[in-house]
């Protein structure tokens, strides 16, 4: 059984920073890209970052480049997201997903505000 599951969120004031995992399970972790996602209230669902099964190669919104950073720790099975220099606009629920198969998690949510 596959699972996705996102943990980290919260609330935070602007500039703060917040670190998201996505604990996967059920399927072979370290041979997929795995990306994060985000759906702010009203808005389409965003592609944020992308990293490949190996974690050698990483891509970015350009609404994030430079404050947050995707990694992946495969022996544990998880992806990683952090960031940093966070602004009100970046409140959202955050989900991560297998774009090979579509698996997603259960989505976290993250809100700036002071």
């Known amino acids: 059984q596959v699972q996705l599951v996102e943990s980290g969120g919260g609330s935070v004031q602007p500039g703060g920073s917040l670190r998201l995992s996505c604990a996967a399970s059920g399927f072979g972790f370290s041979r997929y890209a795995m990306r994060w996602y985000r759906r702010a209230p009203g808005k389409e669902r965003e592609l944020v970052a992308h990293?490949?099964?190996?974690?050698?190669?990483?891509n970015y919104a350009d609404s994030v480049k430079g404050r947050f950073t995707i990694s992946r720790d495969n022996g544990k099975n998880t992806v990683y997201l952090e960031m940093n220099s966070l602004k009100p606009e970046d409140t959202a629920v955050y989900y991560c997903n297998q774009p090979v198969f579509e698996y997603w998690g259960q989505g976290t949510q993250v809100t700036v505000s002071s």
């Open positions: 990293i490949t099964g190996d974690g050698g190669n990483t």
